[in-house]
């Protein structure tokens, strides 16, 4: 049985004190290790510091980062490599978010070398794959996501998928309001499953946890999360708030 996972990605948002008010704030319900359930916040980078010392002890809540460099160091100004985030204790790191994609013209060529670098420093990836509208209205959703995912885990070996997370992100509903149904998430959670299970096996793709992101709120998780391959969120509006947080982590609690 997958872990259900609840991540928040908090984006360029949440400064060291936001981050440790937050954390200050958060019930400790959601602390707590829930069987069935882990949770985890991906603040940004300077602000993981805050977030390692404001956990309370004991505090099941997993902190990740939101993107790293895929050399070891060197001359690359402005950049942060796993072995940082390793030193600090992250235990996930997110990438390929599409906004890096958009942005910072991020290619699966590019997440695949980070994905690697995260699997040997030991921090688990969460790769993100989704398509934006115009791929979605000309019904080229199932290709692109195709395409994204043999690209960005290329040359892993089926031992490596069983340390991954996915995150399928369909971009038109990212910070709109607008969510995909929980039908359209659990075709593609399923379609992703099945090419992770032709691309590698089915032992390994089965434990793969698929995260559905995309205006995932209180209010429409539980429908998300009952579909039988969404095994979990990540979360970007609903995880700046602690109360919104603990109640995503409640609802993933009722689902065992
Ligand atoms: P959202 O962001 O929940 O604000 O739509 C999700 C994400 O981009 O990871």
Redesign the pocket.
Known sequence: MRTILIAG?WKMNMGPKETADFFGQLDDDAQKNIEGVDAAVCPPFVSLSAAFSARKSGSAVKIGAQNVHFEDNGAFTGEISTAMLKELGCDFVILG?SERREYFGEDDAVVNKKVKKALAEGITPIVCVGEVLQERKEDRHFDVVKGQTAGSLDGLTADDLTKIVIAY?PVW???TGETATPEQAQEMHAFIREQLSQLFSEEAAATVRILY????KPGNADELLRQPDVDGG?????SLKPADFSQLVDIAAGQK
């Open positions: 990605n978010h992100e509903a990212i910070g992101g995309g205006s995932m990540l979360i970007g509006g609903a």
